[in-house]
T-cell receptor, first 112, second 109 residues
Framework: SQTIHQWPATLVQPVGSPLSLECTVE??????LYWYRQAAGRGLQLLFY??????ISSEVPQNLSASRPQDRQFILSSKKLLLSDSGFYLC???????????FGQGTRLTVV | GQNIDQPTEMTATEGAIVQINCTYQ??????LFWYQQHAGEAPTFLSY??LDGLEEKGRFSSFLSRSKGYSYLLLKELQMKDSASYLC??????????WGAGTKLIIKP
């Protein structure tokens, strides 16, 4: 069966510090991978998606970046965090665009 | 622009039935998803509709009318564990998911 791992679950970082969130998928090959951010009481905002190794599409211009160094690994990074980067970050995978997405546990990031 | 509208919050009684509506205006349509999200947790998949009509899955059913840009999620025999947010999401012509803000459902005994 397929599983998705996302870590850490919670993170408190000072403004200006770097960020690295990692997500890995097991039990499937060549998945579509996604990074979302969810502000309190809001819907999901797509940040990045990837259909293959090294292929990253950015939906929202910001100080975040994503990388896919391996087929089932997706990393969200920032060189310098802003207060506005606080939120609930979710990694997800799907087999194809028109199939359901499966989400990791999420990372609650607080920038102080 | 693309828009998904859902009520912000609804309250229902344990054992009752509740219908959560979703209307959408998107550039194209390739399907509509419903997800359940408990507080502080990740969303989990409930249903997918791409053709008009009703899809039934146990206590949960989802309906779609593409001509009206409308869907609803019907929850029967409500249980306390159904207290959660319910997210509607539409797959547009570029196969991008457009998400609603979610409906917070409160179940009272």
């Amino acid at each position: 069966s397929q599983t998705i791992h996302q870590w850490p679950a919670t993170l408190v970082q000072p403004v200006g510090s770097p960020l690295s969130l990692e997500c890995t998928v097991e039990g499937t090959s060549n998945p579509n991978l996604y990074w979302y951010r969810q502000a309190a009481g809001r819907g999901l905002q797509l940040l990045f998606y990837s259909v293959g190794i090294g292929q990253i599409s950015s939906e929202v211009p910001q100080n975040l970046s994503a990388s896919r160094p391996q087929d089932r690994q997706f990393i969200l990074s920032s060189k310098k965090l802003l207060l506005s980067d606080s939120g609930f970050y979710l990694c997800a995978w799907s087999l194809r665009e028109n199939t359901e997405a499966f989400f990791g546990q999420g990372t609650r990031l607080t920038v102080v | 622009g693309q828009n998904i509208d859902q009520p912000t919050e609804m309250t229902a009684t344990e054992g009752a039935i509740v219908q959560i509506n979703c209307t959408y205006q998107t550039s194209g349509f390739n399907g509509l998803f419903w997800y359940q999200q408990h507080a502080g947790e990740a969303p989990t998949f409930l249903s997918y509709n791409v053709l008009d009509g009703l899809e039934e899955k146990g206590r949960f059913s989802s309906f779609l009318s593409r001509s009206k840009g409308y869907s609803y999620l019907l929850l029967k025999e409500l249980q306390m564990k159904d207290s959660a947010s319910y997210l509607c999401a539409v797959l547009d012509s570029n196969y991008q998911l457009i998400w609603g803000a979610g409906t917070k459902l409160i179940i009272k005994p």
